[in-house]
């Protein structure tokens, strides 16, 4: 496989294995969903092993295919050292975190959702890891928001879990937009969203102006993502996700995000006092802090959240320092925290998993049960401590030596060797916490689960690979992590590389002094406070009454009750006319302010002269619009039938505007919305006598102001269309897209050939809108019940029918087969003839007026006349539609036509057309366009049907709620 080819296979086989597990595998066995994400882990793994080769000597690797070229957003896929080390230990400790729930995972679990979600976690990560454009990144950013949300909350039966999912969400989701701002103002800095071009030009972004604003917002995104203070708290509340989700995202994925982010910027944004100041102060305070609250935590997952949350203050802190060496040590302690800090979560979970409990009060000499998970753990907790000889007293030896460097003439950096010390002191002591608590003492008595033993070996296999990766690393760093370390470091500092030593003995020096200072202290601080840690049930002294959550959910109760409501309070009502009023009046202002901008003059408005039967059915169409909105008040079907009468006026017009497909798209979609909007208006609660109330001043002032709104609107619009078809441009688009239509497009018809070639990634959006729109309008339907007041059948209907009153569950389709006998034949026997004009007119779209809107709308047309003709459960006894699976396949047709032009080497949504030679036809033209265009026509299908039979089972829900009270009220 070619370089392209196996990056592209590293970021997109993740996602392509979760949509497989999600749709295919329909078991709650652990094995055959477990095997599935275990290979494509495995794979992953080895395809990023291959392109070791291109990185090793600064090589980069890259793919780009364009999407948005004119707006510099591409897809760009870019791999260099530092992206695959990272890439190496997302895959790796996937793989390994897949074998753990293999055997960690119940049956009574939805396993395949588990795993399907956990691919997609995988997936996300690696594209923030080898994302080449900063747009493509955000995107991604915000998937991995989504997907541990989903991971989170796995078990949602638990309110933990729910709580802590919407907190994360919350938390990372507003950091991923002030993210995406700050990533929108940098590209406008430099003039290009390619990562490479921002890393390139450091100096020209640091003297903008928006520099600083730039900075705050990334910085605001990055700590989000990597729980750094005051955004800390909501990790420890992600702790209700199932142990591997935590393993995983408290190793290599997620929060690690943040950091990976600040390392990947860090040539263009660091070096700074601005930088030193924000990333050291917030670095340095989830340091201490985070070391300072693991020591009195119950929980064991507790205790390793703040753990993680300290570690990513100590590499938060090494960036702030700008220097080369410091730069170089946070990218090797990232390796080092994810391979010790995984096996403690898994080895956490087993001892959850064998005891039934997470309390290290309740939890005591579980080394006699546990004799080689405890050992693995000892080792693990060790090089979190950073004792020598493990991974982790390297790169925390590394931290020393740069704390006690000069970078900046601040209180800060004079503090920072002090404060290094006590947090690793800190961090020994919670360290020893851990092995002393749990693996020590008296047998544990009164456990859940009184007799622990070991797990199956290959539950323990992830263990062991990286406690021995630990261990391996700590004793010879030079020929096992240092050439991978070399590569990763020498991609992100290039030439500004440094010489660095990772020899695990420098003499007597201060970094080692320090080292062993801290040893010292932490295990004086908890031989002297082992018992007072026990008993902090309330949290960790002078904190006790800080605690984010609470401060969290203040903040939202704040926001969503005091302000959101004071705010709805005085501009917001339930009430639809209030609503549209100023809904109406925004869209007014909207087309009136590009208007007066532009400095648009009326004199630009070339005149024209009045056609006199165009005029007068303008007034007939003005009059029946008047008559809709009076009797809107009073009688809603003779609104409704005036309202389609000013539909039919609009469809003239185009004709005679010479814009036939316009016309046709407009009287179908009258006949669509016209029998849609009929059927709702039955299940409405009757109208109420309001006349008393319309003789008040207050009503005649509101339905002056409402009609004085509509006129000043429907004027406004008038002349914008007017000013439109008549002002004189020189450069009309509407020129270029008359003369290159057939030239480039393939086709005649021009408004078919905007929609589906040139603005086709505008119609991608639009389609997708659609389809969110109908699952919307079902969802909203699903919980409607009808009023209790709403229409029942007419009595000659139901007198066609003896058995309603002995069959109250008899859908009300089966009287209207009685009672409208012809007619029901009728539009039954039109179901093939309007399926075929459908067809025919999706085929002649591109040269003739038609298209997939239009036969979207007129297939769909078929469909509702057999639900009018024999009611609900009839038609769907006899016509199998299933409207999700059309509208996912109208999505996937129109999104894999714009990435087949990606194949061929064009821009997103490229169209080709030629003459197809076919025998005893002849020369046909073919387009392209036309696979988007039957995307376009099965999802308008999907997404009408959907909204029809959300609609039609409200006739069989009103039926059982009748049958349900007639069968209370009659006697026992």
Known sequence: MTQSALLILVMALPFVGSILIALLLRTNSRLLPASVAGFIAATVAIATAALYPFVRNGGVVR???????????????????????????????GLMVVLYARYYMSEDDPVPRFFSFLLAFMGSMLGIVVSGNVILLAVFWELTSLSSFLLISYWHQNPAARDGARMALTVTATGGFCLLVGLL??????????LDAILAAGDQIKADPLYLTSLVLILLGAFTKSAQFPFHFWLPNAMAAPTPVSAYLHSATMVKAGVFLLVRLSPALSGTYEWFILVGLAGITTLVLGAYFAMFQ??????????????????TTL????????????????????????SLFMAAGIIDHETGTRDMRRLSGLLRYLPITGR???????????????????????????????????????????????????????SLRFIHTVFFGPPPVDLPNPKPHEPPHWMRFPIEF???????????PNFTIGPFLEVAAFSVLGESTPEYSLSIWHGFNIPLMMSLLALSMGIAIYVVFRDYFSRCDDGPPWFRHLRGQRIFERVLV????RWARSLEGRLGTRNLQPQLRWVTFIGFMAALLPLYLSGFQPRMIAPSG???????????????????????????????????????????TFVWLSAPDLAVTQLLVEIVTTVLILLGLRWLPKRANTLKDELTFRARFRRFRDFLLASICGVGMAFIAYAVMTMRVPDAIANFLLENAYTQGGGRNVVNVILVDFRGFDTLGEITVLGIVALTVYALLRRFRPASDSMAPPEQQRAQSVFDEQQPDRDVGDTVRDYLLVPSVIMQWLFPVVITLAIYIFIRGHDLPGGGFSAGLTMSIAFLLQYLAGGTRWAEERIRILPLHWMGSGLLVAAATGIGSWLLGYPFLTSHSRYLDLPLIGKVPAASAMLFDLGVFLLVVGSTVLILVALAHQSVRINRIRAIDESREEPS
Request: hydrophobic share 60%; proline share 3%; aromatic share 10%.
């Open 63 to 93: 793919f780009e295919a364009e999407w948005l070229p004119q707006l510099g957003v591409n897809l760009t896929l870019r791999m260099d050292g530092f992206a695959w080390m990272f890439a190496m230990l997302v895959a790796i400790i």
């Open 185 to 194: 103002i940098l590209g406008n800095i430099v003039g290009s969203y390619d």
């Open 298 to 315: 119950q929980d064991l997952k507790g205790l390793l959240a703040y753990s993680t949350i300290s570690h990513l203050g100590l590499i």
């Open 319 to 342: 960036l702030s320092l700008g220097s080369p060496v410091a730069t170089v040590a946070a990218i090797f302690h990232m390796m080092n925290h994810a391979t010790f800090k995984a």
């Open 376 to 430: 693995l753990a000892m080792i693990a907790s060790a090089a979190m401590a950073g004792v020598p000889l493990l991974n982790g007293f390297l790169s925390k030896e590394m931290f020393f030596a740069e704390a006690v460097e000069t970078h900046a003439d601040s209180w800060l950096d004079t503090a920072l060797p002090y404060l290094a010390v006590i947090a690793s002191a800190f961090s020994v002591a919670y």
């Open 466 to 476: 990286l406690v021995v990766a630990c261990l391996v690393v700590g004793i010879v």
């Open 558 to 561: 704040t926001l969503s009750w």
């Open 610 to 652: 009045v056609d006199a039967p165009f005029l007068g059915m303008w007034i007939v169409g003005g009059c029946l619009a008047i008559g809709t909105a009076y009797l809107a008040k009073y009688h809603r079907l003779a609104a409704l039938v005036m309202l389609g009468g000013v539909g039919l006026i609009v469809c003239t």
